[in-house]
Protein backbone atom coordinates (compact mmCIF):
# COMPACT_ATOMS: atom_id res chain seq x y z
CA UNK A 1 0.00 0.00 0.00
CA UNK A 2 2.73 2.32 -0.33
CA UNK A 3 2.81 4.49 -3.46
CA UNK A 4 5.97 5.00 -5.14
CA UNK A 5 5.86 7.64 -7.77
CA UNK A 6 7.84 10.64 -10.01
CA UNK A 7 6.14 13.10 -11.38
CA UNK A 8 7.59 15.93 -14.29
CA UNK A 9 5.56 18.52 -16.17
CA UNK A 10 5.72 17.82 -19.50
CA UNK A 11 7.13 20.37 -22.19
CA UNK A 12 5.18 18.97 -25.25
CA UNK A 13 2.19 17.71 -26.76
CA UNK A 14 4.35 14.51 -28.43
CA UNK A 15 2.84 12.51 -25.76
CA UNK A 16 -0.90 12.25 -27.68
CA UNK A 17 0.58 10.58 -30.42
CA UNK A 18 1.96 7.84 -28.04
CA UNK A 19 -0.87 7.31 -25.74
CA UNK A 20 -3.09 4.15 -25.73
CA UNK A 21 -5.73 5.51 -23.47
CA UNK A 22 -7.36 8.73 -22.90
CA UNK A 23 -9.76 8.95 -19.55
CA UNK A 24 -11.62 11.77 -18.27
CA UNK A 25 -11.01 12.76 -14.43
CA UNK A 26 -13.34 14.80 -12.15
CA UNK A 27 -12.01 14.08 -8.55
CA UNK A 28 -12.83 16.36 -5.20
CA UNK A 29 -11.32 16.00 -2.05
CA UNK A 30 -13.12 14.95 1.40
CA UNK A 31 -10.19 15.91 3.28
CA UNK A 32 -6.73 17.82 2.25
CA UNK A 33 -5.39 17.84 5.77
CA UNK A 34 -1.38 17.62 5.10
CA UNK A 35 -0.68 14.16 7.08
CA UNK A 36 -3.59 12.42 5.17
CA UNK A 37 -6.21 13.13 2.23
CA UNK A 38 -9.06 11.86 1.35
CA UNK A 39 -10.02 11.74 -2.73
CA UNK A 40 -13.34 10.90 -4.52
CA UNK A 41 -12.37 10.30 -7.77
CA UNK A 42 -14.85 9.52 -11.56
CA UNK A 43 -12.77 7.78 -13.56
CA UNK A 44 -14.76 7.72 -16.88
CA UNK A 45 -17.79 5.38 -15.77
CA UNK A 46 -16.01 3.87 -12.42
CA UNK A 47 -16.18 5.77 -9.07
CA UNK A 48 -13.02 5.36 -6.41
CA UNK A 49 -12.48 6.42 -2.89
CA UNK A 50 -8.87 6.98 -1.87
CA UNK A 51 -7.04 7.57 1.34
CA UNK A 52 -3.12 9.23 1.16
CA UNK A 53 -1.02 9.63 3.70
CA UNK A 54 2.09 11.98 4.56
CA UNK A 55 5.04 11.81 1.70
CA UNK A 56 8.45 10.51 2.57
CA UNK A 57 10.81 13.24 3.13
CA UNK A 58 12.37 13.30 -0.51
CA UNK A 59 8.54 12.90 -1.73
CA UNK A 60 8.91 10.05 -3.46
CA UNK A 61 6.56 7.30 -1.54
CA UNK A 62 3.44 7.86 0.40
CA UNK A 63 0.84 5.08 2.00
CA UNK A 64 -2.00 4.97 -0.47
CA UNK A 65 -5.32 2.70 -0.44
CA UNK A 66 -8.04 2.77 -2.81
CA UNK A 67 -11.32 1.11 -3.31
CA UNK A 68 -13.65 1.01 -6.33
CA UNK A 69 -17.11 2.44 -5.49
CA UNK A 70 -20.03 2.55 -7.95
CA UNK A 71 -20.45 5.40 -10.63
CA UNK A 72 -23.74 6.83 -8.46
CA UNK A 73 -21.89 6.55 -4.70
CA UNK A 74 -19.03 8.42 -6.55
CA UNK A 75 -21.36 11.23 -7.63
CA UNK A 76 -23.29 11.47 -4.22
CA UNK A 77 -19.75 12.05 -2.59
CA UNK A 78 -18.99 14.62 -4.90
CA UNK A 79 -20.92 16.78 -3.68
CA UNK A 80 -19.80 16.95 -0.29
CA UNK A 81 -16.41 17.45 -1.10
CA UNK A 82 -14.45 20.71 -0.61
CA UNK A 83 -14.48 23.74 -3.20
CA UNK A 84 -12.16 23.30 -5.65
CA UNK A 85 -13.16 19.99 -7.64
CA UNK A 86 -10.74 19.51 -10.03
CA UNK A 87 -11.40 18.05 -14.04
CA UNK A 88 -8.74 16.60 -16.35
CA UNK A 89 -7.96 14.06 -18.96
CA UNK A 90 -5.58 11.51 -18.06
CA UNK A 91 -3.14 9.98 -21.53
CA UNK A 92 -1.84 6.97 -20.76
CA UNK A 93 1.77 6.33 -22.25
CA UNK A 94 4.36 3.18 -22.31
CA UNK A 95 7.83 4.09 -22.10
CA UNK A 96 10.00 1.06 -21.78
CA UNK A 97 8.75 -0.92 -19.20
CA UNK A 98 6.31 1.91 -17.44
CA UNK A 99 3.26 3.52 -18.16
CA UNK A 100 3.24 6.95 -17.39
CA UNK A 101 0.15 8.68 -16.65
CA UNK A 102 -0.11 12.31 -18.38
CA UNK A 103 -2.72 14.65 -16.89
CA UNK A 104 -4.17 17.47 -19.05
CA UNK A 105 -6.06 20.12 -16.69
CA UNK A 106 -8.87 22.13 -17.26
CA UNK A 107 -10.79 24.56 -15.43
CA UNK A 108 -8.97 26.75 -12.92
CA UNK A 109 -5.47 24.41 -13.38
CA UNK A 110 -5.93 24.94 -17.23
CA UNK A 111 -2.68 24.86 -19.17
CA UNK A 112 -0.89 22.80 -16.49
CA UNK A 113 0.31 18.92 -17.73
CA UNK A 114 1.77 16.91 -15.45
CA UNK A 115 3.58 13.02 -15.97
CA UNK A 116 3.70 10.52 -13.35
CA UNK A 117 5.47 7.04 -13.55
CA UNK A 118 5.24 4.55 -10.26
CA UNK A 119 8.07 2.61 -9.97
CA UNK A 120 8.62 -0.62 -7.67
CA UNK A 121 11.33 1.08 -5.63
CA UNK A 122 12.61 4.63 -4.74
CA UNK A 123 16.00 3.66 -6.78
CA UNK A 124 14.27 1.92 -10.09
CA UNK A 125 15.51 3.45 -12.79
CA UNK A 126 12.98 4.37 -16.00
CA UNK A 127 13.20 5.78 -19.47
CA UNK A 128 12.69 9.37 -20.01
CA UNK A 129 10.48 10.49 -22.79
CA UNK A 130 11.39 13.35 -24.80
CA UNK A 131 8.81 15.47 -23.48
CA UNK A 132 9.41 15.15 -20.08
CA UNK A 133 10.54 18.31 -18.32
CA UNK A 134 11.65 19.53 -15.26
CA UNK A 135 11.10 17.19 -12.14
CA UNK A 136 8.09 18.40 -9.51
CA UNK A 137 8.49 15.17 -7.34
CA UNK A 138 7.54 16.41 -3.67
CA UNK A 139 6.47 19.90 -4.26
CA UNK A 140 3.34 19.89 -2.73
CA UNK A 141 1.79 22.39 -4.90
CA UNK A 142 1.78 20.14 -7.66
CA UNK A 143 -0.37 17.46 -5.47
CA UNK A 144 -4.31 17.42 -6.91
CA UNK A 145 -5.16 18.59 -3.08
CA UNK A 146 -3.20 21.71 -3.10
CA UNK A 147 -4.40 22.47 -6.78
CA UNK A 148 -7.86 22.13 -5.21
CA UNK A 149 -6.87 24.75 -3.02
CA UNK A 150 -4.54 26.81 -5.12
CA UNK A 151 -4.96 26.57 -8.65
CA UNK A 152 -2.74 26.93 -11.13
CA UNK A 153 -4.43 30.25 -12.02
CA UNK A 154 -3.64 32.23 -9.31
CA UNK A 155 0.23 31.06 -9.06
Not at 64 to 90: M, N, T, Y
Not at 104 to 109: C, D, I, K, P
Amino acid sequence: MIEIERKFLVNSLAYKAEAFKETQIIQGFLNTHKERTVRVRLKGDVGFITVKGTSSSNGLSRFEWEKEISKPDAESLLQLCEDGVISKVRYEVNVGNHIYEIDEFSGANSGLVIAEVELNSETESFTKPEWLGAEVTGDIKYYNSQLSNHPFCNW
